[in-house]
């Protein structure tokens, strides 16, 4: 069945709910039993609250179909599920490789949180293909990925990574956020675990957290223990919009697309930008691999400005844009865009781009709109000055 059919009929119990098209947002935390014998055993399809209910498991169930893995966690937010994956594969003494290009709240988890408890992170460059080896070390036990990479979109080599990482029973987990499962499939690419954000596109509406984790069969106990034993639960409301969010994810990810590139082209032909950061553009780092191994792309994407313009200008060009708001997170109805610049906390590689850097999410505006507002923008950012000011 297509993408499309698929999306209509996952995690649906019609027939459980009086024929009613969606499952109703089951809140509670006490299940009841009938007997003795039912409590001591355990015997009820739903025990307890923290252990599942028809809301939780209709998109749990549903995410499992559409990632093709063995099961799914959810999590109340993306990073809690990028640190539920993280738990469910560490013990204490483990070491870990982390790509330099990695989500900067994952960076700090890895080296603050996870460092407390014994656990030793290496990050590395996103773009060093499969070659591995020499960071590897007796007890590494996880490679984690994110491609494209946050903020700078390098693609990794994937198959690569897993493959090396399984000829040595190292798990691997992959941030999967910016493609979700319908443009990048993680677990056929040999990953054992994928996180979600679907706070992001699956949410599509700004209006919601939430993580979700799939993992395939080897690394699926492990991580559904590690969930079991923190409780850490989306609430009904947040699953049931997020089920809503579903039904939809492949015609707002096909918009998102289209704009995404039409508004990439248009800024790349602009005067004040000097490279275009989208993995559907030769420009970008990995490209190739995207286009081996993606089947399509988001609407996210960044651009690097022309050196020499002040920050005093690019506050002017930000501060009064009309359509564009400046803020964090993506996937949602709505156009976003916000400054950013990594040269603080990169390790294992040197982002040093001479201009301003700029991330933008293309939302449902028209493209025409979006334009104008940038192009008035860009017209703020490139207005000859005072000599002090454009220096
Ligand atoms: C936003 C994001 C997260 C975190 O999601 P939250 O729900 O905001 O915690 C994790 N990874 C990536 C790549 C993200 O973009």
Same mark, same amino acid.
């Given at each position: 069945m ?5 999306? #209509?009929?996952?995690?649906? !119990?019609s027939?459980?709910?009086?024929g009613f098209?969606?499952t109703?947002t089951?809140?509670?935390?006490t299940?009841?039993?009938k007997?003795?014998?039912d409590?001591e055993h ?8 923290t252990?599942g ?8 169930s549903?995410?499992t #179909?559409l990632?093709?893995?063995a099961?799914t966690? @959810? ?5 809690? /599920?990028? /640190? !539920?994956?993280?738990l469910?594969?560490l013990?204490?003494g &483990? %070491?870990?490789?982390v ?7 994952t ?7 996870l /460092? ?5 992170t290496t990050f ?5 293909g499969?070659?591995?080896?020499r960071?590897?070390?007796a007890?590494?036990?996880t ?15 994937v198959p690569r990574?897993?493959?090396?990482a399984s ?11 910016? /493609?979700?499962?319908?443009l990048?499939?993680?677990?056929e %690419?040999?990953?054992d675990?994928?996180?979600e ?6 949410s ?11 993992a395939r069969a080897?690394?699926?106990?492990? @991580?559904k223990?590690t969930?079991?034993?923190?409780a850490?639960l989306?609430?009904?409301e947040?699953?049931?919009l997020?089920l809503?969010g579903m039904?939809?994810? =492949?015609?707002?990810l096909?918009?998102?697309q289209?704009r995404?590139?039409?508004m990439?082209?248009?800024l ?5 930008v ?7 553009f030769?420009?970008?780092?990995? =490209?190739?691999l995207?286009k ?8 996210v994407?960044s ?7 002040t920050?005093?200008?690019?506050a002017? !060009?930000?501060? %009064?844009?009309?359509i564009f708001?400046?803020g964090y997170s993506w996937g949602?109805?709505?156009? @976003?865009?916000?400054p950013f610049d990594?040269?603080e906390?990169?390790?294992a590689?040197r982002w040093n781009?001479e201009?301003?850097?700029l ?9 025409? &709109? @979006?334009k104008?507002?940038l192009?008035?923008?860009?017209d703020?950012?490139?207005?000859p000055g005072?000599?002090?000011?454009d220096r």
């Amino acid at each position: 069945m297509g993408i499309g059919t698929r999306l #209509s009929k996952l995690g649906r !119990m019609s027939d459980e709910h009086f024929g009613f098209i969606n499952t109703p947002t089951y809140r509670g935390s006490t299940v009841l039993f009938k007997t003795l014998d039912d409590l001591e055993h355990g015997r009820a399809r739903y025990t307890y609250g923290t252990a599942g209910s028809p809301t939780v498991e209709s998109l749990e169930s549903a995410w499992t #179909s559409l990632t093709g893995a063995a099961g799914t966690v @959810l999590c109340p937010s993306g990073l809690g /599920a990028v /640190a !539920m994956a993280l738990l469910s594969t560490l013990k204490q003494g &483990d %070491h870990l490789l982390v790509p330099d290009s990695v989500y900067v709240p994952t960076r700090a988890l890895c080296s603050g949180f996870l /460092a407390r408890f014994g656990i030793e992170t290496t990050f590395y460059d996103p773009l060093l293909g499969g070659d591995l080896e020499r960071l590897i070390k007796a007890n590494t036990s996880t490679i984690f990925l994110e491609s494209p990479g946050s903020q700078t979109f390098e693609i990794q080599d994937v198959p690569r990574i897993t493959e090396f990482a399984s000829r040595r029973g190292i798990k691997t987990i992959i941030d999967n956020t910016w /493609a979700t499962p319908l443009l990048f499939c993680a677990h056929e %690419h040999g990953c054992d675990v994928a996180v979600e954000a679907g706070t992001k596109y699956l949410s599509g509406h700004s209006d919601l957290l939430l993580g979700l984790v799939s993992a395939r069969a080897q690394a699926w106990p492990a @991580l559904k223990k590690t969930h079991q034993s923190m409780a850490m639960l989306p609430g009904p409301e947040d699953c049931s919009l997020a089920l809503r969010g579903m039904r939809t994810l =492949h015609i707002r990810l096909k918009e998102a697309q289209t704009r995404g590139l039409e508004m990439a082209r248009w800024l790349q032909a602009q005067p004040e930008v000097a490279t275009l950061l989208h993995p559907a553009f030769p420009s970008c780092p990995g =490209h190739a691999l995207w286009k081996r191994d993606f089947k399509g792309s988001s609407g996210v994407f960044s651009v690097i400005l022309r050196p020499g313009f002040t920050r005093e200008r690019l506050a002017d !060009m930000l501060d %009064h844009l009309s359509i564009f708001g400046m803020g964090y997170s993506w996937g949602g109805f709505e156009s @976003l865009i916000i400054p950013f610049d990594c040269r603080e906390y990169r390790t294992a590689t040197r982002w040093n781009p001479e201009g301003f850097a700029l991330r933008l999410q293309i939302g449902l505006e028209e493209p025409d &709109d @979006l334009k104008a507002d940038l192009r008035a923008g860009l017209d703020r950012l490139s207005a000859p000055g005072s000599a002090a000011e454009d220096r």
